[in-house]
């Protein structure tokens, strides 16, 4: 692919003028930061399986006595078996938005981030 001597991008609504030899630069270090960030430590986390992850939630509902009718109250969604899925399920069905809703109401110290299109899953240590 042959590039012009300037590229015109538009970065927070303004237009940037970069010469070609700039942007293999930054192109270059933009993948090495991507390579990085595939290596991604969290001070105090470690990362974990979906499936730890959901083992400890279910642990903290039991000790919740909470029925399923109630958590999917808490969380405001509108099946009682999504709650359920939440918590039986092997694989994460549900959105990271509602998954990180039940960690933060269980108590659960964990969260969900997404690096180069995969999602990871990071918990206290």
Same mark, same amino acid.
């Given at each position: ?27 270059? &270090? ?16 470690? &990362? ?15 000790? *919740?006595?909470? *029925? ?23 694989? &994460?069905?549900? *959105?990271?938005?509602?998954? *990180? ?25």
């Amino acid at each position: 692919m042959t590039l012009p001597n300037f590229l015109y991008f538009y970065f927070c609504e303004n237009k940037i003028c970069i010469c070609k030899k700039c942007y293999l630069v930054l192109h270059n &270090q933009i993948i090495k930061i991507m390579e990085a960030a595939k290596e991604l430590t969290v001070k105090g986390y470690r &990362q974990a399986g979906y499936g730890e992850i959901q083992l400890r939630l279910f642990d903290k509902f039991k000790e *919740s006595k909470k *029925s399923y009718v109630e958590l999917a109250y808490e969380l405001d969604v509108r099946s009682v078996s999504t709650a359920q899925n939440i918590l039986t399920s092997d694989t &994460q069905i549900v *959105s990271d938005e509602l998954l *990180s809703k039940v960690i933060n109401l269980l108590g659960i110290n964990a969260f969900v981030i997404w690096v180069n299109g995969e999602r990871n899953y990071y918990i206290k240590n």
